[in-house]
């Protein structure tokens, strides 16, 4: 049916081993640790250092719900 | 934000890792890097990964790189005097002005998409700082709920693939990069990983 999943690891089994669990969380999300991945997530809105700066503070995005 | 919430918790840890990379990248490259941003790459952990490599290099140069020091390199590469060595917007790697199409493009799919841009900004949206805050978000679900593979797929392949991996090859080896060469290399990696990854899924 599918030959390319067969013949390809999964998605799930090459982002594991491509190298991004390297405790990237801590940065993104400020000031928590790999596993805390939720945490990371729910800071980063407000932690995005990008929205704070001289050159890109203009930018803003807001979900229309 | 209960909804963000109840979405993430279904997100699996490699999802999150990717979401997790377009932020650390969007902090890293629309803003200089404050003491915080500096102290926290020293905390990476890079594995022998060719992208861990690049980590561990980020990690070196931020322990003996002091702010000043940092912020002059992303003015320099960035900002400049009347303009860095670098226009990291979608529409100037595409047709060489700002400004045209290619913004158009993106914003009917922000549009589509419901993310909308404040009332204040002046700038086009096409930076790459913003087009990686927005695939974070389009992952963990930050305009709702959070986007099918295939959705990301279509954002990512019109906004980003046509034009970032360029952009961060520029960055790894433009004249003042030395805490952004590492980055340039993650960015370019992170893109490839991006790219087969999506087709694994497709």
């Known amino acids: ?65 | 934000m209960t909804s963000v919430l109840d979405a993430q918790l279904s997100l699996s840890a490699e999802e999150k890792f990717r979401a997790h990379f377009y932020l650390l990248l969007s902090r890293l490259l629309g803003a200089p890097a404050d003491a915080e941003l500096l102290g926290l790459m020293q905390e990476l952990e890079g594995d022998d990964s060719a992208i861990g490599e690049a980590i561990t290099d980020l990690k070196k140069l931020a322990a003996n790189i002091s702010v000043d020091q940092s912020a002059e390199e992303y003015e320099a590469i960035f900002i400049g005097v009347t303009q860095g060595e670098l226009t990291p917007f979608k529409s100037y790697y595409l047709t060489g002005f700002l400004n045209e199409k290619p913004l158009a493009e993106l914003r009917q799919h922000m549009d589509e998409l419901g993310i909308e841009k404040s009332e204040d900004a002046a700038e086009p949206e096409d930076h790459i700082a913003f087009l990686c805050e927005m695939m974070h978000g389009l992952i963990v679900g930050s305009f709702g709920k959070p986007l099918a593979l295939p959705e990301q797929y279509r954002f990512f392949e019109n906004h980003i693939a046509n034009w970032a991996p360029k952009f961060f090859e520029d960055l790894e080896t433009t004249e003042s990069a030395r805490l952004y060469a590492p980055i340039g290399r993650i960015g370019k990696l992170f893109m490839e990983v991006e790219s087969e990854a999506f087709l694994i899924a497709a």
């Open chain 1, 1 to 65: 049916m599918d030959k390319k999943k067969s013949a390809t690891p999964s998605r799930r089994e090459f982002l594991k081993t491509a190298g991004l669990g390297v405790g990237v969380a801590a940065v993104a999300g400020g000031v928590v640790s790999a596993d805390d991945a939720e945490a990371a997530t729910l800071q980063d809105e407000k932690k995005t250092g990008y929205r704070e700066t001289e050159h890109v503070k203009k930018y803003y995005d807001s979900a229309r719900m």
